[in-house]
């Protein structure tokens, strides 16, 4: 009896033993602290950044593996709105412009820059000498039917009326189903000529020319297809650097192969690309350890444990996260609605080490709703350089607020609820709120209330929150993609702030200033100072970055900071 | 028996009939709306979108259309995978689910009635409590832990089998089968044996073995039928449970299967999509009551399957 509790007693050590050594990775590193070493090894991960134009001959086999994180919902030009889809759609296909190496867009299905005429308001394009997959050629008629397709009401495009209204001429009656479809501003002058003509001047209109939902479409094709196009990889048409292959439309795997009547196949040098959706960061990151993937992202407490691994990349995105204040909430106005309690609130918490230890990811403090690295003026000056800093952390200033604020409102004590997300990051972010906010404002109590993105969706529509942790990705690159969404009554805005300087501002953006590009930018930086400094209507929380294992003879990724996330066009493998 | 099976059939229809009832009207409180970017959209768009999708009608009419296709064999369209029939959705990821399900419960109630059986026949001994530690294990950590450990173990040190995906034939499959194998391993392993030990000392086996029965035929013939009852009605509803998926083991090893679908369905608010993979988890486990109750009258003839007061 005696010996078998002994032998029981050590199977027992045994199998603990094994999983514990399972939990704690293969690797005996110190947890990352807030201390200035670790700002040392932060600006060292950060110049690990895969470089571009990294040298190395082209290897025999040029196959890649990667790995998605959700599967494809489709790859419809019209129809597309998620991360993924985009993704497959900037790599199978190519509109006017496409984003180059330095995510500058330049000329692609266009053969040279577009023209454009003195008010600003026509844009026309010579096309190339360009191929669908099939051998055909594209067509000025392709873009015309694709734009037409976006904006036409039965088609259900949530992009293309989001893009195209107050846009291109006409876009927003025929989306509300007031005018015909052929009245859109969009015209085939020849076979390769492309014209567009505009409600307004838009500055930025090239930038979205490389925008997925203004790809051309073969409207033979298309139609031939009828309600099975685009729902695998054998009812799609091609005309960018890849074919997708291997897709069965509701599966989480597909290739990419080499589209050789790509104009500019010469310089795409991948025959293949295998891509799995693996949803858990740490099966990734076990796959990329047994290279099965060759660039695993990684999130969490893997991104503390390996982002000092030799091949760890920093990869910046331009993605700004902030706390929304509420002001109105059940038609009445919430505490929030008084500025002193929006400036203490916004003022008490410190990002850095938000950033540094519990994002943990490469992730910035923000002081700014435009993000760094995304806009520059016409000198290519960074428009953060611009407009500077807004809402430092600074906890006296936030006290005295704060104080000022209670008096106001005639009480000494509130409770607020911070409404954020029901992944384990946002359960982190959270926490530390609750502490950061608590513990320098007396007399504040924060309750969390954590659900999943659809019923926060939901919530956020029904204002029905008081503060909430949000964030915007831009669709293409210009301060207006994020200042737009604060103007009074704007749909994203959903928290009763208004301020008719901000509009008359972004207003005049779009208008009297949308030629002045100077004057414009001043204007927009005038505005972030209101939003911010003035109104604190919200608090920049962070921009978030993301940190990848990413082998090294994978060279030449090209990640954007707006549309679809990356180019595989210009990638290679050199010395696999 | 025919007409005991007949009424059965059409007892399973009634239920799923009020399961599809239940869940559509459940589904409707579900917060959010399905569509995506509603967000983005402006109220015209937002009306004409909801029309495409049928869910500006009024909810008993969404119910009748939804009723009346599902009669026809069509669950509809994924509101997620743009214009993909959910039918097309669960064909390609039940699959893997049905392959891995299917080989845990065969495994792992084979191995647990073996285990089962050793413990009973070699009771107090080594071979008892090794079982039992085992059956204890199997039972109290969860089959993601064991995915875990396989998978750091087996397949990221010694490289024997895949660490993940589902492109590896066979081999993919052997993992994630073995850590969902290891629930029914130990429930059959628990029941067997306290099954086995009850049947082994009870009068009529002290006969057998007096007449001269040998071991082997009193395991078997004897003690191992009588044992079967009781495993059989709770082997039942895990069988379904395991063959419909099971999403944390699926998403460990990267599996396109049915389980991680179902709970990414309802984050979504994917409406048809909840709604299908409901029906096809609800008509496994009726199905598989069904055929628990069947199997009742053949290993144990004293039980009738023909109901009424027989």
Not at chain 1, 147 to 157: E, H, L, V
Not at chain 2, 99 to 124: D, E, R
Request: charged share 25%; glycine share 6%; net charge negative.
């Amino acid at each position: 009896m005696k010996r078998n509790k002994w032998l029981i007693l050590m199977a027992l050590t045994l199998v603990l033993s094994m999983f514990l050594a399972a939990c704690g990775g293969s690797k005996d590193e110190e947890k990352p602290t807030a201390d200035g070493d670790d700002k040392d090894k932060d600006a060292a991960t950060e110049e690990k950044k895969h470089a571009k134009d990294e040298d190395g001959e082209p290897d025999a086999e040029q196959v890649l593996y990667l790995s998605e994180r959700a599967a494809i919902p489709s790859v419809d030009s019209s129809i597309v709105e998620d991360q993924v889809g985009f993704n497959v759609l900037n790599n199978i296909n190519e509109g006017l412009y496409r984003l180059n190496q330095d995510n500058i867009a330049e000329p692609a299905m266009a053969a040279e820059e577009a023209k454009v005429s003195e008010d600003g308001l026509t844009y026309t394009f010579k096309l190339r000498d360009a191929m669908w997959a099939d051998e055909t050629p594209v067509t000025a008629n392709d873009f015309v039917y694709a734009w037409q397709r976006a904006i036409d009401p039965a088609t259900g495009s949530p992009y293309g009326p989001f893009m195209m209204s107050g846009v291109v001429k006409n876009a927003t009656a025929i989306s509300e189903e007031k005018m015909e479809i052929s009245e859109l501003g969009v015209k085939a002058v020849d076979e390769k000529t492309f014209e567009v003509t505009l409600e307004r001047p838009v500055p930025y209109f090239l930038s979205l020319m490389s925008f997925g939902t203004f790809y051309p479409l073969k409207e033979e094709f298309v139609a031939s297809k009828a309600d099975a196009f685009a729902t695998n990889s054998d009812s799609l048409l091609s005309n960018g650097p890849f074919v997708l292959t291997k897709w069965d439309g509701t599966g989480d795997s597909w290739t990419y192969v080499k589209n050789e009547h790509y104009w500019d196949a010469e310089n795409v040098k991948l025959n293949e690309i295998h891509v799995n959706v693996v949803k858990d960061p740490a099966t990734a990151v076990k796959l990329y350890q047994d290279g099965k993937l060759d660039r695993a992202e990684m999130s969490g407490d893997l991104a503390q444990q390996y982002r000092d691994d030799e091949e760890a990349v920093v990869q910046p995105e331009t993605s700004v996260f902030y706390f929304k204040f509420n002001q109105e909430r059940d038609g009445k106005e919430t505490p929030l609605a008084n500025v002193n309690i929006r400036k203490a609130i916004a003022k008490a918490f410190e990002k850095q080490d938000m950033a540094d230890v519990v994002l943990a990811n490469g992730s910035l403090p923000a002081n700014f709703l435009v993000p760094t690295n995304f806009a520059f003026d016409e000198n290519e000056k960074d428009f953060r350089e611009l407009s500077g800093d807004h809402l430092e952390y600074n906890v006296e200033e936030a006290q005295d607020h704060w104080k000022k604020g209670l008096e106001e409102l005639g009480v000494e004590s509130l409770d607020l609820e911070i409404l954020g997300g029901d992944t384990e990051a946002s359960k982190k972010m959270d926490e530390y709120f609750k502490a950061q906010l608590e513990g320098n404002l007396e007399g504040l109590t924060i309750s969390l209330k954590e659900v999943p993105f659809s019923v926060r969706l939901d919530l956020d529509g029904n204002q029905d929150y008081d503060i909430q942790v949000s964030g915007w990705g831009p669709d293409f690159q210009d301060p207006i993609s994020f200042m737009d969404l604060f103007v009074t009554d704007g749909t994203n805005n959903l928290m009763s702030y208004s301020n008719p300087e901000y509009d008359k501002l972004i207003e005049d953006s779009k208008g009297d200033l949308a030629l002045k590009p100077e004057e414009r930018y001043e204007a927009f930086a005038k505005a972030e100072k209101i939003l911010l400094d003035e109104d604190a209507a919200i608090a920049p929380i962070y921009q978030r970055g993301l940190i990848f294992l990413h082998k090294p003879y994978f060279k030449g990724l090209v990640d954007h900071p707006f549309g679809a996330d990356y180019s595989y066009k210009w990638a290679y493998i050199s010395g696999k | 028996m025919v007409k005991y099976i007949g009424k059965r059939i059409v007892y399973m229809f009634i239920t799923l009939f009020l399961i599809a009832t239940a869940s559509f009207f459940l589904m409707q409180t579900l917060p959010g709306s399905p569509i995506a970017s509603y967000n983005k959209l402006n109220d015209t768009q937002k009306a004409i979108v909801e029309k495409k999708y049928g869910i500006d009608k009024p909810k008993p009419v969404q119910y009748a259309i939804y009723m009346k296709n599902l009669a026809k064999g069509d669950l509809g369209t994924s509101f997620v995978f743009k214009g993909k029939s959910v039918n097309d959705l669960l064909a390609t990821r039940l699959k893997p689910s049905l392959i891995l399900g299917a080989q845990a419960m065969v495994f792992g109630t084979i191995v647990g009635i073996l285990l089962g059986m050793l413990a009973a026949l070699k009771h107090n001994t080594f071979w008892d409590y090794g079982s039992t530690f085992f059956a204890i294990l199997g039972i109290s950590i969860p089959s993601f832990v064991f995915a875990s450990l396989l998978q750091y173990w087996i397949a990221s040190e010694w490289h024997l089998l895949p660490v993940g995906l589902w492109n590896d034939g066979w081999k993919s499959s052997v993992l994630p089968s073995l850590a969902l194998a290891m629930g029914p391993l130990a429930l059959s392993a628990r029941f067997i044996r306290t099954e086995m030990i009850e049947v082994l000392n009870s009068d009529y086996i002290i006969l057998a073995k007096a007449k001269g029965a040998n071991g082997f035929e009193i395991a078997f013939k004897h003690a191992f039928r009588n044992a079967l009852i009781p495993l059989i009605t709770v082997l039942g509803p895990l069988a379904a449970g395991l063959v419909t998926g099971s999403l944390v083991v699926e998403q460990i090893f990267a599996i396109p299967g049915i389980g991680e679908q179902f709970v990414s369905s309802i984050m979504t608010n994917d409406h048809a999509t909840i709604m299908g993979t409901t029906l096809l988890f609800s008509a496994f486990l009726i199905l598989i009551i069904f055929i628990v109750d069947i199997l009742y009258g053949v290993i144990d003839p004293r039980i009738r399957v023909s109901g009424g007061k027989g």
